[in-house]
């Protein structure tokens, strides 16, 4: 099911006056009564923690209500852990999980005593140099040919993540001559995936990893990480994954595989992002001309570089028309912002009721991998990000770019003497 818009037409015209649109919305109620409810589906499992992915909604304001809620930061990037920083969350609350990944990042993650899970064998030796052996060190494993990938992340033999099956246990092997005391195995190998088979297939994976690794290495794995990828119902018709079966089939995998050949606790902990954010965010825009040609066009004043998962794999985002939900949908429109670039459309042949330009339009879904995407091309700015507390009040959490935040890298005065 989708999550209802939780502001009225009236509601949502008055914030314009403060905040001019387009902007993303988030619920703060929402997102914490999500967050306890995935909580609440796994606890049985040892250590469960989600490390909510920053990349997905990078805002240190939402990430300090997720830790609250008690989830940690997955990170991949410097900028992502000076935020988990800011949020509050340090040491073993973050998780850095990198590819090709710069020296630098892994000297910042090492001193905020980030557990650090690596893409590569190679990565052994170059950490090491970079900032020392960690005591606790965890690996990315990358199936191959052994496990179905999705559209989003693609095959995983066709995927640049992770070790190979006979590497990892190589990889094992040399960390272990390093010094390494603690272990973890992490794999992500889907986005956006509804099928609880799927997810519970993984978790399979990895425990029949941990035994294999454990009988060629004697080393016993005390945390996986099962990576993100819990899809989110983006189409009305799209049902929710459900929580408390996977959790349920991934207790009997459990109990069979880890408890069952000594292996247990066995902490299991999981990296989504998209899950815990997307549902609960909305971009909120205005249409600003209506255009007829050989199809009919509602130009809105929010672009791809606000939301770009439309124009990238062609997905869906529903959309609503404030005010006009009781209406037929018997007018159809591509729905485009602005850019040079066709590829500029929240929507393509979308029956709509009949659109006037001042419409106020609302994009669902757009919590995670929304705003976080936008990008500035063709001189687009990105929008601000508002948040609806719990007690009502809508705050805002990040400002709208101004061209002087567009402009700040080029020094104009520097030209004026420049010679052409
Ligand atoms: C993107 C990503 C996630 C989060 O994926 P979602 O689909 O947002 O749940 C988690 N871990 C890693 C390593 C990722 O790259």
């Known amino acids: 099911m989708l999550r209802q818009y ?15 649109s387009p902007f993303h919305l988030y619920d703060e109620k929402q997102i914490r009564a999500n967050a306890r409810r995935l909580k609440k589906a796994f606890d049985w499992m040892p250590g469960f923690k989600n490390y909510f992915a920053v990349k997905a909604l990078p805002n240190p304001f939402i990430m300090k209500i997720l830790k609250e809620e008690g989830m940690g930061a997955d990170c991949s990037s410097l900028a992502e852990l000076v935020l988990s920083e800011k949020a509050g969350i340090t040491g073993e609350n973050i998780m850095f999980t990198s590819n090709d990944t710069p020296a630098e990042e892994f000297v910042l993650a090492r001193k905020l005593g980030a557990i650090i899970n690596l893409d590569d064998i190679s990565h052994i030796d170059f950490l090491e140099k970079a900032s020392g052996t960690p005591e606790l060190l965890s690996f990315r494993y990358n199936p191959g040919r052994l496990k179905e990938g999705n559209v989003i992340i693609g095959k995983p033999e066709e995927a640049k993540y992770g070790l190979t099956r006979d590497q990892i246990i190589e990889a094992y092997k040399i960390a272990k001559s390093k010094g390494v005391k603690r272990f973890g195995l992490h794999t992500m190998v889907a986005s956006n995936e509804l099928s609880e088979e799927y997810h519970v297939g993984t978790a399979r994976m990895l425990f029949e990893l941990v035994v294999e690794i454990s009988r060629a290495t004697g080393i016993r794995i005390e945390m996986i990480d099962m990576g993100g990828g819990y ?45 815990v954010t997307g549902p609960f965010g909305w971009l909120v825009s205005r249409i600003r001309h209506i255009k007829n040609i050989y199809r009919r ?73 929304g705003h976080a995407m936008g990008f500035n091309y063709n001189g687009q700015l990105r929008s601000a990000e508002l948040l609806l507390r719990e007690n009502g009040e809508v705050e805002q959490i990040r400002r709208a770019e101004t061209l002087d935040d567009y402009f700040a890298t080029l020094n104009f005065e520097k030209l004026e003497g420049f010679k052409a």
């Open 6 to 20: 939780p502001l009225t037409k009236a509601q949502t015209i008055a914030l314009f006056e403060k905040y001019p």
């Open 231 to 275: 899809g989110i119902p983006y189409h009305p018709g799209d049902k929710e994954v459900d929580l408390e079966m996977v959790s349920r089939l991934i207790k009997k995998d459990y109990d069979e595989l880890i408890v069952g050949n000594g292996l247990a606790p066995l902490e299991i902990v999981m990296e989504n992002g998209r899950m």
């Open 297 to 369: 066009y509602a130009g809105l004043d929010a672009s791809m570089a606000n939301l770009m998962r439309p124009g990238m794999y062609g997905s869906y985002h529903h959309i609503t028309v404030l005010g006009k939900e009781k209406l037929a949908n018997d007018h159809k429109y591509d729905v485009t912002g602005p850019l040079c670039e066709n590829n500029d459309k929240f929507a393509v042949e979308r029956m709509l009721p009949e659109l006037e330009i001042g419409d106020a339009i609302v994009i669902h879904c757009t919590g995670a991998h």
